[in-house]
């Protein structure tokens, strides 16, 4: 079985800074994308960015130049630095993952179960 686990939510002032993070555990055998999602009160779930298994980036346009996704292969883990970050950035962010197990020769997508960021003075 595979877990998502993010980390890292909480309240930042409009300007600030926040680091979140996304930890996979379980009989992981490979990691393919690792991506960041949000979902504001009201709104539909969006992409915010993606990584590859060799570090390549995609970004929504609405955070191009602010968040930087990155991710350490040996841990598992991706993390989403956000900076300058706004009130329209707040929302409940989620990681997924494509992962495959030692039980199967196939990737599945796993989903964390979210972490709330909040942009306010």
């Known amino acids: 079985q595979v877990q998502l686990v993010e980390s890292g939510g909480g309240l930042v002032q409009p300007g600030g800074s926040l680091r979140l993070s996304c930890a996979a555990s379980?009989?992981?055998?490979?990691?393919?994308?690792m991506t960041w999602y949000r979902q504001a009160p009201g709104k539909e779930r969006e992409l915010v960015g993606t990584i590859s298994n060799r570090g390549s980036t995609k970004y929504a346009d609405s955070v191009k130049g602010r968040f930087t996704i990155s991710r350490d292969n040996g841990k598992n883990t991706v993390y989403l630095q956000m900076n300058s970050l706004k009130p329209e950035d707040t929302a409940v962010y989620y990681c997924?993952?494509?992962?495959?197990?030692?039980?199967?020769?196939?990737?599945?997508?796993?989903w964390g179960q979210g972490t709330q960021v909040t942009v306010s003075s």
């Open positions: 997924s993952a494509d992962v495959s197990t030692y039980s199967g020769n196939y990737y599945l997508e796993y």
């Open positions: 379980g009989s992981i055998s490979g990691i393919r994308d």
